[in-house]
């Protein structure tokens, strides 16, 4: 069964600054799909940031950007010139090919400092 | 489009009590699944359904029901409500065949407390 590590409960980043939150992953599969979540107050989840394994260029999304490590298993995502608006709860999640479950980390709560 | 609902927002139930978590889409969605989100654990998957008529057991099915009768509704029934059963819930759908990603889009959640 594919499992998928986050193993930094908390990080906090001063407005305007770079933080990557860091994404590790098991699975013995070759074609999968990984996400970032994003989860503010509101509960809301909200798609930040995907990936397909795939593909080698890393995916991009204004100020997100993933480093996909395939042979670590690692997805960690960069958030630049960081908001307040970006203090959430943060999810890795992993999904096979061809399948429509996903599996969660466990989170990285965010806090941005002004 | 409303996109995935889900009623209550809230609820408190005593440990024995039984009641229905609903949730609706109107994306004509295949699929439809079921999470339960805990502290330090993410979100972990109850039940999913690829279709009406077609359900199957997720990660932690016990002590859930589900049954899928229209492509719109996917209800979860709690039987008999423990403790242990205090969680945030979330409803999502995708699509089956929409593309590569299917993504997967989420309800606002119910947060239920059993006493």
């Known amino acids: 069964a594919q499992t998928v590590t986050q193993s930094q409960p908390e990080m906090s980043v001063q407005e305007a600054e770079t933080v990557t939150l860091s994404c590790t992953y098991d699975t013995s599969e070759s074609d999968y799909y990984l996400f970032w979540y994003k989860q503010p107050p509101s509960r809301q989840m909200i798609l930040v940031i995907r990936q397909e394994a795939y593909k080698q260029q890393n995916a991009t999304e204004n100020r997100f950007s993933v480093n996909f490590q395939k042979a670590a298993k690692s997805f960690s995502l960069k958030i630049s010139d960081s908001q307040l608006g970006d203090a959430a709860m943060y999810f890795c999640a992993y999904r096979s090919a061809g399948r429509h479950k996903l599996v969660f980390g466990a989170g990285t709560i965010l806090r941005v400092k002004s | ?115």
């Open chain 2, 1 to 115: 489009n409303a996109g995935v609902t889900q009623t209550p927002k809230f609820q408190v139930l005593k440990t024995g009590q039984s009641m229905t978590l609903q949730c609706a889409q109107d994306m004509n969605h295949e699929y439809m699944s079921w999470y339960r989100q805990d502290p330090g654990m993410g979100l972990r998957l109850i039940h999913y359904s690829v279709g009406a008529g077609i359900t199957d057991q997720g990660e932690v099915p016990n002590g859930y029901n589900v049954s899928r009768s229209t492509t719109e509704d996917f209800p979860l029934r709690l039987l008999s409500a423990a403790p242990s059963q205090t969680s945030v819930y979330f409803c999502a759908s995708s699509p089956v065949t929409g593309g590569p990603y299917n993504e997967q889009f989420f309800g606002p959640g119910t947060r239920l407390t059993v006493l």
